[in-house]
């Protein structure tokens, strides 16, 4: 199959465009730097050093402290993408060979990085390697599984589920790679991948549509954008907050038990028997 048959199936239109977006500068959000700076609003630094070395779960911050973490990183998420949809609206109807792609392209990105600030807040494991631009296949199964989530496909709702009760269950801090490439979620990557295809075709026409007028386009483009992206980022931040890996586990604290002094307490003597001698002499006559 040649690649430009390959580019028109939707399960292959998609994967080419995730791994696209993956590989942009700035699109890889860094676990430890983005916990620490999140939650420095709200949690205290012994806190923040669990939540980094093992998970937020694992440091106890309650769901209420990382729902509105999570809502923060939304909002930044949001308006970034919806100001630079915007702006690639201004050129209109002539710059739309090159527009539309751009802004597909930057709107997949921004996806990725409120899936990777979400997956990290609710207690998953970092999802990129350190390997360059490469993107393994567990982790190419769980960004499906997550942009499906986002999209509202019901088969990614439970995949997601699935993945993180195992996980939750082996205390795993890595992916589960046989699962997301061999096991049973694979064949539901799969399904959610060319869902999303197809409905990225759909996009493309509605982004072409709100572009072609300029100026105007701009004002379309970026309002259509905020419609989308913030309900999406939203469902999947509810689907993560409910899973059973983001449940903070109780804290247990060893607490070192202070040496206690307690004075000896001496018995007193019994009463000694009376010196004979002394008896003697006092019962003896005086000369």
Not at 1 to 15: D, L, V
Not at 68 to 81: H, L, Q
Not at 95 to 113: G, I, K
Not at 222 to 244: I, V, W
Request: aromatic share 6%; glycine share 6%; with cysteine.
């Amino acid at each position: 199959m040649n690649e430009g048959k390959a580019t028109e199936n939707p399960e292959s239109r998609f994967s080419v465009a995730l791994v696209s977006a993956a590989r942009l500068p700035g699109v890889r959000i860094h676990r430890e730097a983005y916990l620490r700076k999140a939650l420095a609003r709200y949690c205290s630094e012994d806190e923040i050093r669990v939540a980094v070395e093992q998970t937020p779960a694992a440091a106890g911050i309650s769901l209420d402290v990382l729902d509105k973490v999570a809502n923060d990183s939304i909002r930044y998420e949001t308006a970034k993408v919806s100001a630079l949809s915007a702006a690639a609206g201004l050129p209109g109807f002539m710059a739309l060979p090159a527009t539309v792609p751009a802004d597909l392209a930057q709107y997949f990105s921004h996806m990725l990085r409120i899936a990777q600030k979400l997956a990290y807040l609710y207690s998953w494991p970092d999802l990129f390697s350190d390997d360059g631009d490469s993107v393994d296949d567990a982790t190419m199964g769980v960004l499906t599984l997550f942009f499906g989530v986002m999209f509202g496909a019901q088969s990614a709702n439970a995949a997601v589920g699935k993945v993180a009760e195992m996980m939750a269950k082996q205390v795993a801090k890595k992916l589960p790679q046989k699962a997301l490439t061999k096991g049973v979620s694979y064949p539901v990557v799969k399904k959610v991948a060319a869902y999303i295809g197809a409905e990225m075709t759909k996009q493309t026409f509605a982004k072409s549509v709100s572009k072609a007028i300029p100026v105007v386009g701009a004002a379309i483009s970026g309002t259509l954008t905020f419609a989308t992206y913030r309900p999406m980022a939203k469902r999947l931040k509810k689907h993560l907050a409910d899973s059973e890996l983001a449940r903070p586990m109780p804290r247990v604290v060893v607490v070192e038990a202070e040496e206690v002094y307690e004075p000896s307490v001496v018995a007193p003597a019994e009463n000694p028997a009376p010196d004979e001698t002394a008896v003697a002499a006092e019962g003896s006559p005086s000369a």
